[in-house]
Structure formats: C-alpha cells, structure tokens
C-alpha cells in the first residue's frame, strides 16, 4: 500500500495552520502534532501488514511481493508445522520501492495451512525502524477466506513507537482488511487507540463498515506504473476526555491523490495524498 498515502508532511503544515490562531493549545484542544504522529503511524502499520501478507502466502519467500527493496534478505526455518520467515532489511535505511525508508527485521511466525480456510500469523520486529521511527510489539493477524473468494484479515494491534524526537506512543486495537483479488483492491475498518506517552492524551481512530476506506491497485504513477492508492472512504479521529473529533474524508473513488480533513466541524481544508 502507498506508505506516503496521508502526506503526512502536507497535514502537519495544514493542521498547524488551522491551530496557529491558538499557539498555546489547552489540554482540552485538538493537538495538531499528535494528529500527525497517529496518522504517521497508521502509516507505518499499513506497510508492514502489506508486506507481511507478501511473505507469508507461500512456502516460496516473497512469490508474492509487494513493497520489496533490493536490500531485503528473507531466511525460513522450519519447526514441524511451524515456520518462522525472518525479513531482514539491514541496519542501514532501505528504501521501498513506494518510497519510504525501513531497516532492521520483521519475524513472522505461521503455520504451513497454506490452503485453509482460516490461518493466524504473528510478527513481531527486531531493531526495526520505518522512516527513522523506532516499531516495537508484536501483531497477530487472523486471516478467513470468504465463500465470495474475499480474504479477510483481522488483525491485533499491540505496538510502541519512538519518533526521532523521543516522543513514545503506544497502540492498541484492531484493523481489518478485506482483499478482493478480482479488482486487486482492499477495505480497510477497524477502531483503535493511540497514546502520547509524554503527555498522556489519547486519540481514537474510527473506520465504520458505513464508510471502510477503498484502496486500489489501479492509479497510475507518473511513470505508468500501477500503485495503491486510497481513493474513498472516512477515518474519524477523537480525542480522550474531549469534544474534538478530525474527520479525514478520502473522496468518492477517483484516483485525484487528494483528501479532505476538517477539524470540529470547521471548513473541509484540502490536502496532497502523496509528495
């Protein structure tokens, strides 16, 4: 999936933007900052679950590539029934080929059900860093193949993030994908908690099944490459012991690599989905 998919750069100088005639946020106000590190880190939990549903659909590592770097070196080891796929990406930055940055390792453990009709996957990271930002915990992904041929994974969040600021975030809750291989595209709902530790303050992210968000494979870069990219779809953003709530608003499908966010109910500002 399109890791630059949030422009995060482009939401930070916006969200700043808005707050600038409030410099001294109270502790009730939407924090623009902590916006920006949550919706990075939703960044960073969309690639690795693209990657991890790569490496983990064959006895061959990476048959099914998808955010593969040059760098990446995959190793399996087999105990009985259990595997255990080690992507390592090296201690210096590597970067996708959608253009972010990764090092360190991702482990996936599973079993060899490649056909059943419902697989669990854990993963957990080593030393692993996505554009700088240092990933910790640990994941499980429950993975149901749908009698409409549709495969669902529900996955577990469980991870801590430091920025390269030193600010730490924690991260509960749960995602769940949809993948239709006829139209190579996914929903993505699912709610879950984001948590500044420095400061104590809590976002909630929602993805309602009214409104999941649609990623597709069928945008084209400018190189006539084909990418994902979200082209629909609402997250609601609300913060802990408050009446704040940032709702993101992906549009009505097209691939016009822009979104709309708007803070309690002001003016819809629109923004660049990627550089």
């Avoid at 593969?68 to 210096?92: E, F, P």
């Avoid at 291989?181 to 709902?189: K, R």
């Avoid at 929602?206 to 999941?212: E, Y």
């Amino acid at each position: 999936m399109k890791t630059k998919i949030l422009a995060l750069g482009f939401i930070a100088i916006l969200l700043m933007a808005s707050c600038s005639k409030n410099e001294k946020e109270t502790s009730s106000s939407m924090n623009s900052s902590d916006i920006v590190a949550n919706a990075k880190i939703d960044n960073i939990g969309d690639d690795v679950a693209q990657i991890v549903d790569s490496q983990s659909n064959a006895t061959e590592a990476g048959r099914y590539s998808s955010l593969t770097s040059g760098c990446l070196t995959v190793s399996t080891s087999q105990n009985g029934s259990t595997w255990t796929r080690t992507l390592d990406y090296g201690t210096t930055n590597c970067l996708l080929d959608n253009g972010n940055y990764v090092r360190g390792k991702i482990i996936i453990t599973f079993q060899d059900d490649f056909d059943a009709a419902t697989r669990t996957l854990n993963f957990s990271f080593e030393n692993f860093y996505h554009n700088d930002r240092h990933v910790e915990g640990n994941r499980t992904v429950v993975k149901t193949r749908l009698e409409n041929g549709h495969i669902k994974a529900d996955i577990d969040l469980n991870m801590t993030i430091t920025n390269p600021d030193g600010r730490v975030f924690t991260r509960t809750g749960h995602r769940i994908r949809e993948y239709n291989p006829e139209s190579n595209e996914f929903s993505v709902t699912g709610s879950w908690m984001t948590t500044n530790q420095s400061n104590g303050v809590t976002h909630t992210n929602t993805i309602s099944d009214a409104s999941p968000l649609r990623i597709v494979y069928s945008c084209q870069q400018e190189q006539g490459q084909n990418r994902y990219e979200i082209v629909s779809g609402i997250i609601t953003i609300t913060k802990s012991n408050s009446n704040n709530t940032a709702v993101i608003d992906y549009g009505d499908g097209e691939c016009d690599n822009t979104g709309t966010i708007t803070i309690n109910g002001g003016s819809p500002i629109t923004f660049t989905l990627r550089n």
